[in-house]
């Protein structure tokens, strides 16, 4: 029996207006949804179901309690107790029992209960020094590759008596799978595009067979779709896992691991995304394609690794803006924010060691904030923050545009290696994404991407809204490498605050500063050094006296807390 860990005043603040703020994806009359051929709506239906169905594979991935909470939750708001069902919305908006909202507390909705660095992935009873000694004694031992199995991304880790035992996820989640591979099947059968029905056909094979090569077949063809009128992803991403990384402290482990040429590889949490593919968007951002090349070889010690984009003119890249129709698993985990874009598959999949692509994906509801209430708070956020000089160049579309870089940079900069650096990886990672869009910036101006006003739109907007309502924890890797971008413009004279507290920008150094960082930053990935890693990380991540001025004021005006996904067409298709 579950009890509820928030407190009646605290449950009626986190699920009002003002702390849960809702983000609408495609209406029932969208005239997206409208323009469809017949044979991509009676796809998308399957496409739809197929992504709720992802939702039990992430729960159990997430916490194994998730289920048995929710369903406990469901239970009591049945009999009518208004503290759970105000504990199921929050339950829903973040698709578990605990998260962190944008203020980095964390959020436990049933009582006793705590975060399990392991995730759903690992026994919750495993502690990260017993988990180290049972995987050395299985490696002398001479079980390598029941330990490889334990350390792959794509395994659920049990006990197997006094060792470990991973389970190929298609194994663990058999009958989930199963169910979605059918739905995908269903859908290739009315998909108008051929392409994309080659796509779902070997993605419903990766789904039921334990063979790595399927994932990198389906990801392969996933990542060459760029005509094509429906969207429908499987993310597999490795922000969760605070265990498997943890190897390359143990310098025991690590030299065994070595000598029995096994890498270490975190485990993917899996979401799902569906929409509808829109190509005026797609057109504007596939201008950047061209200049892949080029950003290539304007990368910091380019001659000394293996990039994802070559010098060629094959850059192995397609881009799409999409129309959002629901996310589901962890895509759809809203947890003090939601990914505006994506760039999968990533490194470590095997779809890229057989000559695969990347592709990136734009959210474009999550990104579009257009209501009164949203530009009111925008601009009360800017009239507390930002000197008034700077207003002018404060532009939504800018954080769109500097996104695009982003995402681009995540294929430029090594292509391998990066595992050594363990729980910092990505924080690292993420961190010189954000660095090389600004970096390249001088760049794409010269080549025309964007105009000299457009470029100072884009700085000035990231330097604006770079800043946090709070600290945020280690294993925030997205807000944590802001902490560290902020402290280091801060340091570098790029950015300051006056005497009212507002903040200032140097335009011209900020590009110049982000060179330097972004240097840096792949000098730490080549050096394959966890603790070059983790002293470049605590060195940058400090919260500085002007972070902690500018958040006060944040938390006065901007009272959310996390967010909830609206899905209105996908609630109706799910149900036909």
């Not at 429906?230 to 025991?252: C, K, M, P, W």
């Not at 994404?433 to 006003?453: H, Q």
């Not at 006060?552 to 996390?562: G, M, P, Y």
Request: charge should be negative; proline fraction near 3%; charged fraction near 30%.
């Amino acid at each position: 029996m579950f009890e509820l860990g928030l407190s009646h005043e605290e449950l009626v603040k986190r699920t009002s207006k003002e702390c849960l703020i809702p983000k609408e994806m495609l209406k029932e009359d969208s005239k997206e949804y409208a323009a469809l051929a017949g044979g991509d709506k009676e796809a998308l239906k399957h496409l739809v179901k197929a992504a709720k169905a992802i939702d039990e594979v992430f729960m159990k991935q997430d916490n194994p309690k998730n289920l048995e909470f929710k369903k406990f939750l469901e239970e009591e708001t049945a009999k009518g107790d208004e503290d759970a069902k105000m504990t199921l919305t929050l339950f829903n908006a973040q698709i578990g029992m605990n998260a962190v909202d944008s203020e980095a507390n964390k959020i436990f909705l049933a009582k006793g209960e705590k975060e399990l660095p392991g995730k759903g992935f690992y026994p919750v009873d495993l502690s990260v020094e017993e988990f180290h000694t049972i995987l050395v004694k299985m490696l002398k031992n001479g079980e390598t590759d029941a330990v490889r199995t334990i350390l792959n991304q794509r395994s659920m880790v049990v006990r197997d008596g006094e060792k470990l035992k991973g389970i190929d996820y298609t194994e663990y989640f058999s009958k989930e799978f199963s169910y979605i591979a059918d739905e995908l099947e269903k859908a290739a059968e009315t998909s108008t595009n051929d392409d994309f029905n080659k796509y779902l056909k070997l993605q419903a094979i990766a789904l039921c067979e334990n063979n790595p090569k399927n994932d990198a077949y389906a990801d392969k063809k996933w990542a060459e779709l760029q005509d094509t009128p429906l969207e429908f992803t499987i993310s597999r991403e490795q922000y969760a896992d605070e265990i498997t990384g943890t190897v390359v402290e143990n310098e025991e482990l690590k030299k065994l691991l070595e000598e029995n040429n096994i890498e270490p590889i975190s485990k993917d949490s899996i979401g799902i995304r569906v929409g509808i593919v829109n190509k005026e968007g797609t057109e504007k951002l596939l201008e950047i394609k061209k200049y892949m090349p080029i950003l290539a070889e304007n990368m910091p010690y380019k001659d000394e690794y293996e990039q994802n984009i070559s010098s060629s003119d094959d850059d192995k890249q397609t881009m799409v803006d999409v129309d959002i129709v629901t996310l589901r698993g962890d895509e759809g985990t809203y947890r003090g924010g939601i990914t505006l874009a994506q760039n999968l598959p990533n490194n470590d999949k095997p779809s890229l060691k057989i000559g695969g692509g990347r592709r990136n994906v734009y959210h474009r509801q999550i990104r579009i904030s257009t209501s009164p209430e949203a530009k009111e708070r925008r601009q009360k956020r800017l009239n507390a923050t930002l000197a008034k000089e700077f207003h002018k160049y404060y532009n939504q579309e800018a954080d769109h545009w500097f996104t695009i870089g982003h995402e681009n940079v995540h294929s430029l900069g090594p292509k391998s290696g990066t595992e050594a650096l363990g729980k910092y990886k990505n924080i690292i990672e993420e961190n010189k994404a954000d660095m090389g869009s600004l970096a390249m910036l001088d760049i794409l101006t010269k080549l025309g991407m964007y105009t000299d006003e457009e470029r100072k739109q884009i700085i000035v907007t990231y330097a604006a809204d770079n800043f946090l309502k709070a600290k945020p924890t280690l294993s925030q890797a997205h807000r944590v490498r802001t902490v560290m971008q902020t402290k280091y413009f801060l340091e570098n004279k790029a950015i300051w605050l006056n005497e009212n507290g507002l903040l200032e920008i140097d335009i011209e150094k900020m590009v110049p500063t982000a060179q330097k960082m972004l240097a840096e930053i792949v000098r730490v990935q080549l050096s394959k050094d966890f603790a070059a890693g983790e002293k470049y990380i605590l060195d940058n991540f400090v919260w500085t006296d002007e972070m902690e001025t500018i958040s006060k004021k944040l938390k006065e005006i901007d009272k959310s807390l996390n967010g909830i996904l609206k899905t209105p067409l996908a609630d109706k298709l799910a149900l036909e």
